[in-house]
Each structure stands twice: as C-alpha cells, then as structure tokens.
C-alpha cells in the first residue's frame, strides 16, 4: 500500500503577471475547442488556468476537508457534505435536496459540541482523544442506582418489573385499570399469572382486592366503618354471628344462602346486647339504609325475632303513600296543590317530560276511562269540567252498568202540578190550582145580564213555587280543587 505525501499548498501560476492565465473556453469539451479557437494549438494561458484551477480545487478540499452542498450535485448514499457548518450522511442517492431532518439526510456529528447538540451531554469537560461518556454525561439513570428529580415516563403498558428469587411483580396500566400482577414462580420474564391481587379502575377510583386483604387497622373515613376495638372487619351471614358482635363494632353484613337478615348487604354497628331473661336481644344500626334494628330471642327460639324501630329517618317507609293516578277533592286552591298533585282541567304535557311520562304509565283501562289521550307526543289530565265550564261532582258507580269516568248529563227530578174545576159556563165553580199552577186575574163575570161564572185570563207554571232553583241543577255543596297525583 502507497503512502502517499500531503501535497504543498501552491497553486500553478497563482504568481503569473497580467494576460499570463486566461480562463479555458469550454471545459465541458476539452482540447478539441483549440481547432475552433487557435487552429489546433492551445496557447500557455490556457494551460496555466487548467493547472490553476485543478490546484485551487485540491486546496478545497485540503482546506475544508468536506465539500459544502450543492444544489447541482448528484450525492450517492453514504456521502459527507458540510452545510450551515454542520455535517450531514446521505441515506440515500439524491440532488437538489437540501440537507436537513428528512428520509435523504442524516446529521452526523464530528466534535464534541455537535455530540452536545445531539446527545444530552452532561459534562465532557477534560475528555478529548476517546470519547467515553458515563451515565451522568448523558442525563441517562445508572443501572447500579441513581436519584431522579423529575419524572420517568413510558408508554409500554407494562411499566415496572420487580425480579427477586426467580419470580416477578409487575406494574400494569392499560388504560381503564392499574393493576399490580405476579408471575408464576421461575418465570421472572414471562407473563402475569391468574392471581390478579390489586386492581385500581381509572374512571371510579375503585379498589379490588381480590383475595381478601389482611390487615391490623383499617377504616373508611366516608362512613367510619373499620376495625374498632381490636376486633376486625369479618362478614355477618347468620342471627348468632350479629349476636356475638362486640359492643360498638362495625362489621360487613351479607346474604348467606336462604337466610334472610334484616338487611341482605351492607355494613351494621352492634350497638348493644342485654340478657332479657329467658334469652337474648340486641340492637344493630344499618349504615347502609340507615335504619334501626331490635332483635330478640327466647331460649326456645330457633332464630332471632327482628324488629324495625321507627325513627324520623324511616318513619316513612310505614305511612301508606298514595297512589299514583288518585284522583281527589283538595281543600287548596289550584296554584297551591301539594307536591305531586295537578289540577284537572285537561292540561297537556310532552310524553318526554316527568308529568307525561307518569300519565302514560298508568294502565290501558285507566287512560280510556279518564279520557286520557296521545295527541301529537303530547298527553293530557283528566278533566273534570264541562265544555261551558261547569265543574262535575264525583259519584259513585258499580262498574257494571256505569264505569269509572263515565259523564252523566244532568236532569232533574219531574216537576208536576193540578188545576181543577175550570169551568166557562154558567154556574160554574172558583178555579183551583197547585203545585207549580198559578192561577191570576180569576173574575167572576156577566153574560147576557146574568151573573154567578168564573173566567181564568191567565195561568202561570214556576218550579220555585215548590223548590229551590237556580240556572244549573246542584245538590248543597262546597267548592273543593279536582286533583290527579302523579307523584312527582
């Protein structure tokens, strides 16, 4: 192999006086152009400026040591170019694309300064020649311990790998829960097991444990369930259990099989426990449906008697509600109703809101019976009024000849009268009337010079000579407000 020398750094006629170098007229052609322009021989000028300018192009290179870019320049993959005094890698053959972060150049780096551009060097101070770099020059964590004062993030599901004594726990988000997994024994690089012992929902904040947990204290700051009195959290599933439950503790209370308690899930507080003589009784308090138990039990007794203590919280549960659908006479004006109730006068209300959807909750029979209509998404009350305004009264029926809801028009009671002894001739009697007749202007009169014979010029028919009357039919009444209670 040739070691070749570095060559001198002068340039062929770079000394010459004036008119000895003239520029070659057509590099592209070469020699040939001598027989266009001087008749086959070239003059010295031309050789000192070919000279001059194969010089001047080793003097470049020996100068810069890589070309800068050209845009006119085809680059084959793999070579150097110098750009905005960087240094740049052709991925792949090209021209005219400018060097910069693309698929056809790489920046490559040749100084310690453009390694700080493109590596988070630390500190490379004193170390020229080799360039080792540690963990702490690069901003990177030591493998045999390190201290972070910022976060360590990652987007690989399984994050974190604890291996000890050949098994592994492993850390796992996977977008909905965070779980905390094993492996099986001799498989610290494989999978997690079926084990699954912590999981941790995302959206609610949950936490399941999956194979019970065991622990000298714990409490629910919400409802201040835990362990109290150095007795622990355990399930309740029979009368005996709730019976041997410490004074003042808290517990978890299930279904167990068939037996039913007072309560079928929750947690519940013994509140006390007395001897009653022949037997036992106890008191406990549901945290979950906050409501207070006493259970007793004679000796005799297979299982305890409970009994729900009334309080202001419960007091409701044993009051008969009303029905939804119950139609009613209120004593309160129509704008002054009670929760629940509306006046019937026909209204209408979308089938989408709360009062159209408990309308059409009510069964076939009843809307059919009480006019109750689905007109154009829209449903209406009852009505309880006349076309001209009239409010109806309520009366009972017996379902077979009169159905619920069905109107009556009104009528009354035959009204009937007498007029006796009408006579136009002579020797006639006084006329009489009753009931509703009214006879007026009854004179005696003369004919023909005789005298002795009534004549009746007038006779009147009024109902209110004999009953009460007005302009509608009514029995004595009261006004009340017709109400409908949907309950909401």
């Not at 084959?76 to 910069?100: C, F, M, Q, T």
């Not at 009334?310 to 044993?318: C, E």
């Not at 379902?399 to 006579?423: E, F, K, L, T």
């Amino acid at each position: 192999m040739t070691i070749y020398q570095r060559p001198d750094e002068k340039i062929l006629a770079e000394s010459s006086k004036q008119d000895e170098v003239k520029p070659f007229p057509d590099i592209s052609r070469g020699w040939g152009v001598a027989f266009d322009k001087t008749g086959g021989i070239p003059p010295m000028e031309w050789f000192n400026a070919l000279g001059q300018r194969t010089d001047e192009a080793i003097r470049y290179l020996l100068q810069r040591g890589i070309a800068e870019w050209s845009k006119t320049e085809d680059y084959p993959a793999g070579a150097l170019v110098s750009y905005n005094k960087d240094v740049w890698l052709a991925e792949r053959n090209s021209k005219g694309i400018e060097p910069k972060a693309n698929t056809v150049w790489k920046e490559t780096a040749l100084t310690i300064e453009q390694i700080k551009k493109l590596i988070p060097v630390n500190s490379v101070n004193g170390k020229t020649g080799s360039l080792v770099l540690n963990a702490s020059d690069v901003g990177a964590v030591s493998k045999s311990g390190d201290t972070m004062s910022g976060e360590l993030k990652t987007t690989n599901l399984d994050a974190h790998r604890i291996m000890v004594k050949n098994r592994a726990a492993i850390s796992r988000f996977d977008g909905y829960d965070y779980y905390i997994l094993f492996t099986n024994n001799n498989d610290p690089h494989g999978t997690w097991n079926s084990l699954r012992p912590i999981r941790l929902n995302w959206q609610s904040g949950q936490v399941t444990f999956n194979h019970g947990i065991n622990t000298n204290s714990m409490l629910d700051n919400s409802t201040n369930i835990g362990r109290t009195n150095g007795s622990p959290m355990k399930s309740i599933s029979s009368d005996d259990d709730i019976l041997s439950l410490p004074i003042g503790a808290k517990f978890m209370c299930v279904q167990s099989g068939g037996y039913q308690l007072p309560i079928s899930y929750g947690y519940i507080e013994k509140i006390c426990n007395r001897d009653i003589g022949q037997g036992f009784g106890c008191m406990f308090y549901s945290y979950q449906s906050s409501r207070l138990w006493y259970g007793y039990k004679m000796n005799t007794d297979s299982r305890l008697v409970w009994k729900e203590i009334i309080t202001t919280d419960n007091i409701s549960r044993h009051i008969e509600k009303t029905t939804v659908g119950s139609i009613q006479l209120l004593p309160f004006r129509k704008n002054e109703l009670p929760v629940g109730w509306y006046f019937t006068n026909g209204d209408k209300y979308s089938l989408t809101s709360v009062q159209g959807k408990a309308l059409n909750s009510l069964s076939i029979s009843f809307k059919t019976d009480w006019g109750i209509k689905v007109i154009n998404n829209t449903i209406n009350l009852p009505n309880l009024f006349h076309s001209d305004g009239r409010g109806v009264f309520l009366r009972s029926v017996d379902g077979i000849s009169r159905q619920v809801g069905h109107i009556q028009d009104d009528a009354i009671r035959n009204i009937n009268g007498v007029i006796n002894n009408v006579s136009d001739g002579r020797g006639g009697s006084n006329v009489i009337s009753s009931g509703a007749f009214k006879t007026t202007k009854a004179i005696k009169g003369h004919q023909n010079g005789t005298s002795g014979y009534t004549q009746v010029s007038e006779l009147t028919f009024d109902a209110s000579f004999t009953v009460p009357t007005a302009e509608e039919n009514r029995p004595l009444n009261m006004g009340m407000t017709p109400a409908i209670y949907l309950g909401i």
